[in-house]
């Protein structure tokens, strides 16, 4: 059982010190590892030994299971097609390294073509869906403004239903927008998803900034502009994230609206060359092999693979310090 002891100095009202008994005593049972501070929850004492290798086994198992394949990957890429056979597949030893995939799908090939696609694709979708994402969210944050419960809810009902394939396919084909890259950009403009989260983390904005600053002259566009957006600035960044992601990814509107092969983002290529072996549009499958030094096959498919993860490995360490504060400041408070 447990003692009781009183403290000289403390008031009866506080709670008395509980001192634990000795678990190694006769009939105490299995020994237990004794707590610094019985008062404090269990899940706030420091890790043990043990829970701290187990903690660390763990983390770095997980870090090879991902860093793994993207070796691979990258290591094939810089492989000839010797090292290929050698190795019966993806190369994991670097032997015979060569620049030759890469020199072969920049030479002014489709892949470049692509991949210039990909980012202007990017580059103007962020911007104009960050935009237009930033002015809903920030009328949408207005209880006053006009319409303001009618908008939020076609906002949410966007989230759960969805007109489908035929509709958004006979919606681009009558605005002409057919084998046009807007076709990749506009049709997917807007995420909902995103504009909620802009909109609760400006409605957590202290409304008192914004008073004094509206009684100080300043419109709707100052204050968004002047005192808004940079108080939002992590938000920002995490959407515009999430934004470049989507686009750089996407293939599937390339497949429905593109039919024009020069106009095909990187994603497509690397769709139809890597995962469906489809030869790339004007190339020649056979003239690969004709120079000395050319590789062909898996180097080719790991080199565009690798081309098409680069840009998000070296955007996203910029954006990653404002990631858990943007996703967190913008989340929905319960």
Same mark, same amino acid.
């Given at each position: 059982?447990?003692?009781?002891?009183?403290?000289?100095?403390?008031?009866?009202?506080?709670?008395?010190?509980?001192?634990?008994?000795?678990?190694?005593?006769?009939?105490?049972?299995?020994?237990?590892?004794?707590?610094?501070?019985?008062?404090?929850?269990?899940?706030?004492?420091?890790?043990?030994?043990?829970?701290?290798?187990?903690?660390?086994?763990?983390?770095?198992?997980?870090? $090879?299971?991902?860093?793994?394949?993207? !070796?691979?990957?990258?290591?094939?890429?810089?492989?000839?097609?010797?090292?290929?056979?050698?190795?019966?597949?993806?190369?994991?030893?670097?032997?015979?390294?060569?620049?030759?995939?890469?020199?072969?799908?920049?030479?002014?090939?489709?892949?470049?073509?692509?991949?210039?696609?990909?980012? +202007?694709?990017?580059?103007?979708?962020?911007?104009?869906?960050?935009?237009?994402?930033?002015?809903?969210? !920030?009328? $949408?944050?207005?209880?006053?403004?006009?319409?303001?419960?009618?908008?939020?809810?076609? +906002?949410?009902?966007?989230?759960?239903?969805?007109?489908?394939?035929?509709?958004? &396919?006979?919606?681009?084909?009558?605005?002409?927008?057919?084998?046009?890259? !807007?076709?990749?950009?506009?049709?997917?403009?807007?995420?909902?998803?995103?504009?909620?989260?802009?909109?609760?983390?400006?409605?957590?904005?202290?409304?008192?900034?914004?008073?004094?600053?509206?009684?100080?002259?300043?419109?709707? !566009?100052?204050?968004?502009?002047?005192?808004?957006?940079?108080?939002?600035?992590?938000?920002?960044?995490?959407?515009?994230?999430?934004?470049?992601?989507? &686009?750089?990814?996407?293939?599937?509107?390339?497949?429905?609206?593109?039919?024009?092969?020069?106009?095909?983002?990187?994603?497509?290529?690397?769709?139809? &060359?890597?995962?469906?072996?489809?030869?790339?549009?004007?190339?020649?499958?056979?003239?690969?092999?004709?120079?000395?030094?050319?590789?062909?096959?898996?180097?080719?498919?790991?080199?565009?693979?690798?081309?098409?993860?680069?840009?998000?490995?070296?955007?996203?360490?910029?954006?990653?310090?404002? +990631?858990?504060?943007?996703?967190?400041?913008?989340?929905?408070?319960?």
């Amino acid at each position: 059982m447990s003692t009781q002891a009183a403290v000289p100095g403390l008031d009866a009202a506080q709670a008395p010190i509980t001192l634990q008994p000795n678990p190694l005593q006769a009939g105490a049972g299995t020994p237990r590892r004794m707590r610094r501070n019985p008062n404090r929850p269990v899940y706030q004492e420091p890790p043990t030994f043990l829970g701290t290798t187990l903690r660390v086994l763990v983390l770095v198992l997980i870090t $090879l299971a991902v860093l793994f394949p993207l !070796w691979s990957i990258l290591v094939t890429s810089f492989s000839t097609n010797d090292s290929v056979t050698r190795s019966g597949g993806m190369v994991t030893l670097p032997r015979g390294l060569t620049l030759s995939a890469y020199k072969q799908i920049l030479a002014g090939g489709i892949v470049t073509r692509a991949a210039l696609v990909s980012v +202007f694709v990017t580059v103007v979708g962020v911007a104009i869906s960050t935009t237009v994402s930033v002015l809903a969210a !920030w009328g $949408l944050s207005k209880p006053t403004s006009f319409g303001h419960r009618p908008l939020l809810f076609v +906002f949410l009902i966007t989230m759960f239903f969805g007109a489908g394939m035929i509709p958004s &396919y006979l919606l681009v084909s009558e605005l002409g927008l057919l084998d046009s890259l !807007w076709s990749l950009i506009l049709p997917g403009c807007v995420s909902a998803f995103n504009v909620l989260i802009l909109r609760n983390f400006f409605m957590a904005i202290e409304p008192a900034i914004i008073e004094a600053a509206r009684i100080d002259g300043a419109g709707e !566009w100052r204050i968004l502009t002047r005192i808004v957006l940079p108080l939002s600035a992590a938000v920002i960044a995490v959407v515009a994230l999430f934004y470049g992601v989507g &686009y750089w990814n996407a293939f599937f509107n390339a497949m429905l609206y593109i039919n024009d092969n020069t106009k095909w983002p990187l994603q497509l290529v690397l769709r139809s &060359y890597v995962l469906q072996g489809v030869s790339l549009p004007g190339a020649d499958p056979g003239q690969i092999d004709v120079r000395e030094g050319q590789v062909t096959g898996l180097p080719i498919k790991m080199a565009v693979v690798v081309l098409a993860i680069i840009p998000i490995l070296v955007v996203y360490p910029f954006v990653q310090k404002h +990631f858990t504060k943007g996703v967190i400041f913008g989340a929905v408070k319960g």
